[in-house]
């Protein structure tokens, strides 16, 4: 079956410009993820939604962040007035069941380009 | 607070060599579960295993094999007879129970694997 996908899978951006990240996750899966990873790191956590409801925004790392799913699947990652440290590759994961320690698919990520 | 330490920034090995690759981790949680995920040069995180906390028999799986030691806080990875297909950067994480915990993945920096023909 499709994995989750995410577009668009590269973005440059001049600094002060707002993004916005799709994220599509495995059909039925009922939880959703979104992760930061800079280079040579491992992957940070932003924000965690179960069904529609976001239930872990913790590490977002500012009010320029934003996220939604609003229908319980499809989700959008949205940063305004992005600056250059939000450069990084930004990874959607998606998890079957409604506990946030089941298993997380990944996707493939956008990686962000902030000039 | 979760942490995952994977010491070894980088390791290179010579196709047909084994290699373990380590993780250690600290956690409050009384339950809590395991993960190892790969990530190939394409970038995709792909899930290897998932393991709880009261589940310490090793695990093998064609030439992977995981050994969990609870009393050390650690879950490493063996590869045996490694190929070149092997090369990517290997993550461990680590995913609590506990409300303090969050709901998410604390990942290690993980290892940078490279296999030579």
Not at chain 2, 52 to 59: A, C, G, H, K, P
Not at chain 2, 68 to 89: L, M, P
Request: hydrophobic share 30%.
């Amino acid at each position: 079956g499709a994995g989750v996908s995410q577009s668009p899978r590269y973005k440059v951006a001049k600094r002060g410009q707002d993004v916005a990240l799709r994220c599509d996750p495995i059909s039925g899966h009922v939880s959703l993820f979104w992760y930061q990873q800079a280079l040579g790191q491992g992957p940070e956590f932003l924000t965690y939604f179960q069904n529609e409801a976001q239930l872990d925004k913790s590490g977002l790392p500012s009010d320029r962040f934003f996220a939604e799913r609003p229908e319980g699947s499809v989700s959008t990652l949205k940063i305004q007035r992005t600056q250059q440290e939000d450069s990084a590759v930004y990874l959607c994961a998606s998890s079957l069941g409604s506990f946030h320690t089941d298993t997380q698919y990944f996707g493939p990520g956008t990686r962000l380009t902030v000039l | 607070a979760q942490k995952v330490t994977q010491a070894q920034t980088e390791i290179s090995v010579v196709e047909k060599e084994d290699v373990t690759l380590d993780c250690v981790y600290e956690t409050r949680d009384t339950t809590y579960y395991l993960f190892w995920y790969k990530q190939p040069p394409s970038g995709e995180l792909v899930f290897l295993i998932r393991r709880n906390s009261f589940d310490e028999q090793n695990e093998i799986s064609g030439r992977y094999s995981w050994n969990f030691q609870k009393s050390t806080s650690s879950f490493n990875f063996t590869i045996t007879a490694s190929q070149v297909v092997d090369s990517a950067v290997y993550f461990c994480a680590l995913s609590g129970t506990e409300k303090s915990s969050g709901d998410k993945l604390t990942f290690g920096t993980g290892t940078r694997l490279a296999v030579r023909p």
